[in-house]
């Protein structure tokens, strides 16, 4: 899937050390060259997401038998962020509105909050309230009031 600047791009960011949400910045034909963390601003070229790459499912399988040895070892813990980062995988992140209680909302649309950060509205449960995925897991959100 070709990228435009303002895609959300999942990927590997070396400051924070984890998979985070990327702001596609610029793009060449259909290359990405630049993309922004979303968490702690650093630009840089585009990385492949740990859970996609060998290292991490290494790591993550070294994770999960460390101290484990008279245990069975337990199937890998899910990241809830993983489920967030490719939902919203592509997805215009310069459409994203910033969430107040008075925002109108429909399936499908982004919003930016202060404190949970980037959130695609995943269902409209009642007529002022929405489910929100977020990178910690789902909220249910108030909207339309006001
Ligand atoms: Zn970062």
Do not use: W
């Not at 990927?11 to 990327?22: P, Q, R, S």
């Not at 967030?84 to 215009?92: L, M, P």
């Amino acid at each position: 899937m070709p990228y435009v600047p303002g895609n959300a791009a999942e990927g590997y960011c070396l400051e924070c050390k984890k998979d985070t949400v990327h702001t596609v910045l610029e793009v060449s034909g259909t290359q990405v060259r630049k993309v922004r963390c979303e968490k702690c601003g650093e630009e840089g070229p585009l990385r492949m997401p740990r859970h996609k790459t060998r290292a991490g499912l290494r790591a993550a399988l070294q994770k999960n038998t460390v101290g484990t040895t008279k245990r069975r070892p337990r199937k890998p813990k899910e990241d809830p962020g993983q489920t967030f980062r490719q939902a919203i995988q592509g997805k215009d992140l310069t459409t994203a509105v910033d969430y107040s209680i008075r925002v109108s909302l429909t399936e499908g649309d982004l919003l930016k909050h202060k404190s949970f950060g980037i959130g695609v509205v995943t269902a409209i449960t009642a007529s002022d309230k929405a489910t929100v995925l977020f990178e910690e897991g789902p909220r249910t959100m108030v909207f339309g009031r006001g």
